[in-house]
Every structure is written in C-alpha cells, then in structure tokens.
C-alpha cells in the first residue's frame, strides 16, 4: 500500500539527460499536451506540468514546487485531474533552469520520459483499512519500467495508467491501462475493453506491455488517424489478446478474465481525518502559496488525488484547522467537493467566461444538483472528470449552457444561484 513508500518517493536510476529518440519524436508530433520541459504558451504565460506518478510527493518536493512558482511563476500551485501539478504564469525562456531545478528535486527522473509518467493510484491505499494490497511497489515498478523503455516514450502525454488496491476508487477514471488488485492475489489489467489476470508481481511488467503493444496497434490505424488513448483503436484492434501473447512469450502467464459484470467503484476519499492521514479537498484545484505552504508542514508525506484533493500522511495532530485557515477543506459538508472549473479567462484565450469566479458565485446551488457541476469556458471542456457530472459551459452570448444526462441543454444565469439551483433540480423530461 503506498503506506509502505519512504518520502520523498526513491526515484529509478535513469540518467535525467536521456535523448529523445527519433521514433519516439515522431510519434509524438501533433501532441501538444504540455510537460515540464515542453511549455504551452498560455495567456497569462508559460504552463509547465510536473507529472507526480500516483499524486506522491515528500513535502519537501512539494515545497520545491512551490518556490518554484514563487521565483518564476504566478505562485499558485495548480492541480490537475489526474493528480499532477501544473505552473502557470512562467517566462518561456525558463525551461532549462526549471528542469534542472525539478531534477533536483528528484520530479524529472528523465528528460525523455517526463510526459508519460501518468499514473494514478489509491491515495488511501493502506491508511484506512480498506483494499486489498499495497499498490507503492506497484508505482515504484511501473515508474521505473517506464523511464527504462525507450519504446515508451512515443506514449502520448495523454496516455494514463491507473493502480486500484481493489477498492475500486480508480475504475471510473477511464484510465487506458487498469491494474487492480484481486482477493485471489491476483492483479486483474483491464487494456480498452479486453481484461487478463496476472500473478501481482507480473502486473507493472503487463502494464508496460500494454502500452508498448498498444503503440503497434496504433502504428497500424488508418492513414491520417491519430490514435493517442486505447479507446481510439479501431473498433476489433485485439489489444488484450496481443498483450497476453506476448506476455506468454515470455513466460508470464495470464489467464482470462471471467466477466462478473461492471467492478464495484468506491467514492473518492471525503475530506477529514483517517487513521495516521488527513483528506483536504483543493477549491477548483488552486493551492495558494498559503495553501501550500502548510501542506508542507501537516506531514511527510503528502498524495494528490485525480479529485484536485490531497491526502496529507503523517502527524496531523491541529493541521485541519491551520489547512482550513488556508483555504482548504478539510471536513465533510462543503459544497466545494463536487464542483470543478477549468482555468478559465484571463488565462486562456479561448475562454468566454471566468469560470472560476462564476463558479464560487454560484456556489449555493450546487445542493440542488443530483450530479456534480463542472465549469467550462468553451465547447473543449479541458479538464472536465470522467464520472457523470453536469456539465455548465460558456456560450458565446456571454450566458452559459446547462447539460444534464438524459435532459436538453438549457440557457442557465450564472449571477443567480437561485435559478440554476431551480435548473438543476428540475426532473429529466
């Protein structure tokens, strides 16, 4: 369980300046999915983003990442919804010192593999007795697995493994490689549609197949296609099959997968106190230098969740009060746990609205709504969840639209949480 991990995270021995091959360059054209190295230039600056396999970082790091936005940045700390860390605002000039002062940090273990390293896990894995193995020797495979194959760094910055201790946090992720742990002792990896189970010591060396298999099926797609996620294969690509092939090849068995039916998916961790551990959710995903700097002091150990929380390891002991005195949410009954937005105006030309101001104004009205609310500036959504959500995007009349599963959008006004409270309660035509 990630319990077991020291802090901060022991990183695989990669040599940092490892080049980028020119298969791998290749198959990355197009992909334009910012990394740390490779800045998106955004209206308010230069947007780096610092991938954090399974959301783990020693506080330490955390503080680095910090003073990093302090020094060069817009000082926020912005998360993302697959647990990594995002800083805006830079000069674009400052790649090489930012890199090198992530390597120092031990966040860049190589320069070639920096935006592949997608990986989230259970952030509560072995902290409240739940699940059904450690997943930390999990991340520390896969991780260095990665940064090892050169195969892997035509992965799409897109691409994103996910590591369940069985709880079933991580099912609805849509995560294009699955690990989850068995009762049998077995790790189930679902790849697209297609699932096998392995032997648990085998499921960071199948993970790895997967993706390296899948980039082969995705060489074969159709000329001018590109395919970047598994669910993007052509529909019979065979992918599992493949895997389980190769693995065979090798030496690993695994077998089929019986289908029981959809997995069980457990909610994320609520916000408060679990044994030797603090939840806190992070209002739209924005740490402020406050917000972070008392991270830094509640544990060791800290772990960013794919909700934009974090669950903070070690001696909590009057943390909650000094995390909520930041901003923070660090008990149950805030609103703020089902609501998202993404960076909005004035940081993205493409924004119609700011999001996230809208978002705090209406606030009172996420009580009515069966599902949680997601904010989008334009029709691209960036950052919207997976799971069911109300979707409330900005129309180019300056109002926003309202879209509900199963119901017709609706015009809805922001500056008044009565009447999209009454939109969002109002029964599925």
Same mark, same amino acid.
């Given at each position: ?28 054209? =197009?992909? @334009? $999915?910012?990394? %740390? !190295?490779?800045?998106?230039? &955004? +209206?308010? *600056?230069? /947007? ?42 830079? =000069?674009? @000039? $400052?790649?090489? %010192? !930012?890199?090198?002062?992530? &390597? +120092?940090? *031990?966040? /860049? ?44 760094? @035509? ?9 369940? +201790? ?264």
């Amino acid at each position: 369980m990630l319990a077991a991990m020291p802090s901060p995270l022991p990183r695989p021995a990669v040599p940092p300046a490892s080049p980028v091959t020119a298969a791998a360059a290749a198959a990355a054209a =197009g992909d @334009a $999915c910012p990394g %740390a !190295l490779r800045l998106h230039h &955004a +209206d308010d *600056g230069g /947007l780096a983003r610092v991938r954090v396999p399974g959301g783990v970082l020693g506080a330490a790091q955390l503080a680095a990442l910090g003073e990093l936005a302090l020094r060069r940045g817009d000082g926020d700390l912005h998360l993302t919804s697959r647990g990594n860390v995002q800083l805006r605002g830079l =000069g674009l @000039a $400052c790649g090489e %010192a !930012l890199g090198r002062a992530l &390597a +120092d940090a *031990g966040l /860049l273990p190589s320069y070639a593999h920096e935006r592949v390293r997608n990986i989230v896990a259970s952030p509560l894995s072995g902290l409240d007795g739940h699940g059904v193995r450690p997943v930390g020797d999990w991340l520390r495979a896969l991780d260095a697995a990665l940064c090892g194959s050169e195969r892997a760094q @035509a992965l799409s910055g897109r691409f994103l493994f996910a590591l369940d +201790d069985g709880r079933g946090d991580m099912t609805s992720l849509g995560a294009d490689v699955t690990v989850r742990a068995l009762v049998s002792g077995e790790a189930l990896v679902r790849v697209g549609a297609g699932a096998f189970a392995v032997a648990a010591a085998d499921a960071p060396h199948a993970a790895l197949r997967a993706a390296e298999l899948f980039l082969d099926a995705a060489a074969r797609a159709p000329e001018g296609t590109r395919v970047w996620r598994v669910a993007e294969l052509p529909e019979g690509s065979g992918l599992a099959g493949a895997v389980r092939e190769r693995l065979a090849d090798e030496g690993v068995t695994a077998r089929t997968a019986l289908a029981r039916g959809p997995l069980p998916e457990a909610a994320p961790p609520a916000p408060g106190p679990y044994p030797g551990a603090l939840s806190v959710h992070v209002p739209l995903g924005l740490l402020s230098p406050a917000a972070w700097r008392e991270l830094t002091r509640a544990g060791a150990e800290l772990r960013l969740t794919p909700w934009r929380g974090a669950v903070v390891v070690g001696p909590v002991e009057g943390a909650a009060e000094r995390l909520a005195a930041a901003g923070l949410v660090t008990a149950p009954g805030s609103a703020w746990p089902r609501v998202g937005a993404c960076v909005g105006s004035p940081g993205c030309a493409r924004a119609r609205a700011d999001v996230r101001a809208d978002a705090a104004r209406a606030l009172p009205a996420v009580a009515a709504s069966p599902l949680p609310l997601y904010w989008s500036a334009c029709e691209r959504r960036c950052g919207r969840p997976a799971e069911p959500h109300a979707d409330v995007v900005a129309g180019p009349d300056g109002g926003y639209v309202l879209t509900l599963p199963g119901r017709a959008p609706r015009p809805v006004d922001a500056a008044d949480p009565a009447r999209l409270a009454t939109a969002l309660a109002a029964p599925t035509p």
